[in-house]
């Protein structure tokens, strides 16, 4: 990985958090550059680095992780260690184009002994292609829930004039939505994992799998017919759920549907979509659930996709596509 894993900010705001002294910062927070140090990015990361590992009560994993990655990890996971929630990360579950997920080890009976961690990765090396198109329609909420009211606060001056601030707040709202989404969702019977709770840059959750290995992605399980067809109705009751409540996966395909013990888990909803305040909303859901049924139809499961996306959107949604509620007549 790139010594520039660490940017500026990122160095130090480490530096600050964890004690070291700030005359050793490659950059001071002004963003001035100072005279080049004696010691070059590589030592500093490993300085950071070895802070967090051997500072009196740090998280000690298992999990090995790359020097830099370790920075990223440790900071991400130090909430849940303080609350007592985790005591180890046993394993690297998936890497994915915006967070990784890691196996944990749970410190508490109340909840299960093997629970998930999605941590996502520096803002500045996700992969959030057109974020903006999913973000629509979408309130700006903190990292307790509560929704940034669109008036000239400070957050949203930040975030109109792409400060630093404004970009981390954003990143906390991304965060956050695939949180309450996951609460909602589980409130309602949905198939997802049971979330318990978030720091300002990682999701814990319900694991699913065991030990020995996580449960597979959908796309890489074959199913016989019969189980094909009920595997299909869970996946369209799921979409149609969400769809009545106004909510859209956004990213949704056998690639975001995990099979584990004979039972389908959806998966990762940062870019859950709003159906009613959403220009692009029909498209969006209209993509899902073709890509839902392009895996069926291999399974051998016949549909229609084309009238099941007329039929759930015609009955949850009631709006022609390309329109929202603030449209108007």
């Known amino acids: ?132 198109t999913y973000r629509e329609g979408r309130e700006l909420v903190n990292s307790l829930g509560i929704t940034i009211k669109n008036r000239n606060n400070r957050e949203m001056r930040a975030i109109h004039n792409n400060t630093s601030f404004g970009a981390e707040l954003k990143h906390v709202s991304w965060l956050m939505h695939e949180f309450i989404t996951l609460q909602r969702l589980h409130g309602l019977g949905a198939a997802v994992p049971r979330p318990i709770t978030t720091s300002e840059n990682a999701i814990l959750m319900e694991y699913i799998g065991d030990r020995r290995r996580p449960a597979p992605a959908l796309s890489t399980v074959r199913l016989d017919q019969h189980e094909a067809a009920q595997h299909f109705v869970e996946v369209l009751r799921n979409i149609e759920l969400m769809l009545s409540h106004r909510m859209i996966h956004g990213d949704l395909s056998a690639y975001n549907i995990l099979y584990w013990q004979g039972k389908v888990t959806l998966i990762d909803f940062p870019q859950v979509t709003m159906s009613e305040s959403n220009h692009n909303a029909y498209r969006i859901f209209a993509r899902d659930v073709r890509r839902v049924c392009d895996y069926f139809a291999a399974q051998g499961v016949e549909f229609d996709s084309s009238s099941i996306i007329q039929n759930l959107w015609s009955k949850h949604v009631r709006l022609e596509p390309g329109r929202t509620m603030q449209d108007g007549e």
């Open 1 to 132: 990985m790139s010594l520039n894993y660490l940017e500026a900010d990122d160095y130090n705001r480490l530096v600050a958090r964890f004690g070291l002294p700030l005359e050793e910062a490659y950059v001071e927070h002004t963003g001035k550059r100072k005279d080049k140090p004696k010691k070059n990015r590589q030592q500093q990361v490993a300085e950071v680095t070895e802070a967090l590992t051997s500072a009196e009560g740090a998280l000690n994993i298992t999990y090995k992780p790359a020097r830099y990655e370790a920075v990223w990890l440790y900071d991400s996971l130090r909430p849940f260690y303080t609350q007592g929630l985790v005591d180890d990360v046993l394993a690297l579950v998936k890497g994915g184009k915006e967070a990784n997920v890691y196996l944990c080890h749970g410190a508490t009976p109340a909840h299960p002994e093997l629970l998930a961690v999605k941590v996502y990765r520096p803002r500045q090396f996700r992969n959030l292609r057109n974020d903006v």
